[in-house]
């Protein structure tokens, strides 16, 4: 299994644990999986009064810097997943598509409202709602025609 050193005395592995190779820690050399934090992520203390989540660290090491303005997404949903197989760099919409209702089977970019089926659009912090639809598959056929007319990708 790959190991790659991302902090001085930091040594992470491609299953999401982490260990600590500084002499004065109390967990030298045990591999650990973090503290979760009230969200549900794994952290990990860098230094004094520094906590970062176990995800961006273990995609820095693996995949190398996160570009700014990109996420961190936990593929399979799941937030203290850090296996690298389970990571990827995603756009804030990719990520927000990446939510549990979306992997269980509700189409991206409808709700339903007032007994009808709407779009909704959030494009550099402007919502945007339009349509009245009867069906779910209507709605979102809708949506994924203005994602196309933007010049958006839907992955």
Request: glycine letters at 10%.
């Given at each position: 299994?790959k ?39 794994r952290?990990?203390?860098?230094g004094?009064n ?11 090491a ?53 007994g009808?089926?709407?779009?909704s ?14 069906t ?20």
């Amino acid at each position: 299994m790959k190991e790659v050193e991302i902090h001085p005395g930091l040594i992470m592995r491609e299953d999401g644990k982490f260990k600590r190779t500084t002499p004065t820690s109390p967990f030298k050399g045990v591999w650990q999986d973090g503290s979760l934090n009230a969200y549900g992520y794994r952290v990990c203390g860098l230094g004094r009064n520094k906590v970062v989540q176990v995800s961006r660290l273990m995609v820095e090491a693996f995949m190398g810097e996160i570009p700014k303005g990109m996420f961190v997404d936990h593929i399979n949903g799941h937030r203290a997943d850090n296996r690298i197989s389970n990571l990827r760099i995603v756009t804030r919409r990719q990520n927000q598509q990446n939510f549990q209702a979306h992997r269980e089977g509700k189409l991206v970019g409808c709700s339903f409202d007032a007994g009808v089926w709407r779009c909704s659009l959030s494009i550099d912090g402007i919502y945007h709602r339009w349509g009245r639809f009867t069906t779910e598959k209507e709605a979102h056929e809708s949506y994924i025609a203005k994602l196309k007319a933007l010049g958006e990708v839907l992955k």
